[in-house]
């Protein structure tokens, strides 16, 4: 069995993939339409969204496939993303890089696969719109054609998806993006009895560089953040702009204390941006963090309640009241 090869980008593809948050935004009706049109036009065992992290294969819609994951080591679209063009496999039995592998062996029986891969705004290959049937056949150039254009519609999806969870001035995530997010976080949390721990921070005097220097000026300051937001903390972070002033992170696998650390690091990375900005005023900010109570309501808002206000009393103690 040939395991699939790593990527030549991966790296900047895994960050798209997990910036998309296209894996934790659950299953969409859109999305499950075009997979159930698929399987009956192709008349297949199993059309599939498949997105490709690190290690495993998800199924981001399946008709006709009930699986959550498969391991990437083993599975058909991990070859399906290295390549612009479809991987078409008439009979994976007879082709040596599939016919021992435990999906063509096993009870999943798989011989036809056709898998086109799916690009994100930015270029990143994140999965691919496979079919899947348990006898071998052929597929034609026209139904390649056809093939092409639900994985184009997919990714134009994708796109709608990824805009309406994106704060445009910034990148990061919005108020919607962070409202559908932080609820699967805590699903996942909950599942693997890990700690989640939510970041609260609002920009201190930011009305005061709004109104000296402009508009356009205070706006230089949010994305100036933000950036410095991405560079200092992890790819799993959650970097969410919830409006105005106002930002929040969901740090995943890490307690109160790891958080504090985080924001240390963030606080220490502003101080550094302000020494070599240039610019005439600096950026500053009051924080409060908050870890998830496992053995509480599991709701979002009192979570964030709390590291709001916790990031308030900083600001009070700082002399920064609103
Ligand atoms: N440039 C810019 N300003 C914005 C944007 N959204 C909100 N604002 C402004 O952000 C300011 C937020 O007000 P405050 O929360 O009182 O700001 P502050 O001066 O940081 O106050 P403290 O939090 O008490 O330190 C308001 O002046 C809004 O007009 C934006 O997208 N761009």
Redesign the pocket.
């Known amino acids: 069995m040939k395991i699939p090869a790593i990527p030549a980008d991966e790296a900047k593809r895994l960050a798209s993939l997990h910036d998309s948050g296209l894996l934790e935004s659950g299953v969409t009706e859109r999305l499950d339409r075009m997979t159930r049109l698929a399987k009956r036009m192709f008349n297949v065992s199993m059309a599939l969204i498949t997105l490709v992290d690190e290690d495993m294969l998800h199924f981001k819609s399946s008709a006709g496939y009930s699986k959550e994951a498969v391991p990437r080591k083993i599975s058909f679209c991990g070859h399906a993303i290295l390549s612009d063009a479809a991987l078409v496999i008439p009979d994976a039995s007879r082709d040596e890089r599939f016919a021992d592998n435990p999906l063509v062996t096993g009870d999943a029986h798989i011989r036809f696969y056709a898998g086109h891969p799916l690009r994100l705004p930015d270029g990143a290959i994140v999965g691919s719109f496979c079919l899947i049937d348990r006898q071998a056949r052929d597929f034609d150039g026209s139904e390649l054609e056809n093939l092409k254009d639900f994985a184009l519609i997919v990714e134009d999806e994708f796109a709608v998806m990824s805009a309406a969870t994106t704060d445009e001035?910034t990148g990061l995530f919005n108020r919607r993006g962070f409202d559908n997010l932080a609820k699967f976080a805590i699903v996942g949390a909950r599942r693997r009895a890990e700690p989640l721990t939510l970041a609260w921070i609002?920009?201190?005097?930011?009305?005061?560089?709004?109104?000296t220097y402009?508009?356009?000026?205070?706006?230089?300051?949010?994305k100036a953040l933000a950036s410095v937001m991405t560079a200092s903390l992890r790819e799993a972070d959650l970097r969410v702009r919830y409006?105005?002033?106002?930002f929040a992170i969901v740090f995943s696998g890490t307690d109160e204390q790891g958080a504090w650390i985080a924001m240390q690091h963030l606080v220490e990375q502003v101080d550094e941006w302000n020494r070599h900005s240039g610019k005439p005023w600096k950026l500053?900010f009051?924080w409060g963090i908050s870890e998830f109570d496992h053995g509480g309501s599991g709701e979002l808002r009192p979570w964030m309640k709390d590291a709001d206000q916790k990031m308030y009393a900083m600001?009070v103690k700082n002399n920064?009241?609103?």
């Open positions: 001035l609002d920009l201190d005097d930011f009305k005061e560089i709004n109104d402009g508009h356009a000026e205070g706006d230089e300051a949010l409006g105005g002033d106002e500053a009051s600001k920064k009241g609103r």
